[in-house]
């Protein structure tokens, strides 16, 4: 699948928030308004930050952010790659390669010299890629990897 990235639109907010809180907020208080609004101020920004959106046949099936800030971080770091998100169904067709690509080049674009992240689940995904863990550590009772790239 050769999927088209482009920026997120307004009309990518609710498909993309609907993936994201069931991959990434299942179980906690956040609600599709909340993302959603949270993506509205992304991609209203600065332009430094970033929504990117990966689209098959014009229907939304990916997204990944480029964000200064990430949640609850317990690292004084930024950039963040963050919220990279492909519809189960479509993984393992370079779409989420494609996504980290287009969000690398932006932030090296923008004059970023490392880029940050974090995974547990993804780490052999992204070392594939070129990133290096940095520290594992423990968030919420859970375990989280650190890693880095840099864009120099």
Known sequence: ?????????????EPIARLRLKAFFEGTDRTLDEDMAGLRRLIAGDGFEAAFVARNQDQPIGSCLLVRDEISSPHDLTPWLAGLIVEEACRGGGVGTALVKTVEAHAASAGVGMLYLYTWQARA???????RAVETFEQDGEP???MSRSLL
């Open 1 to 13: 699948m050769r999927p088209a990235i482009e920026a997120m639109a307004e009309g990518d907010i």
């Open 125 to 131: 995904f992204y070392e594939a890629l070129g990133w």
């Open 144 to 146: 989280m990897l650190l």
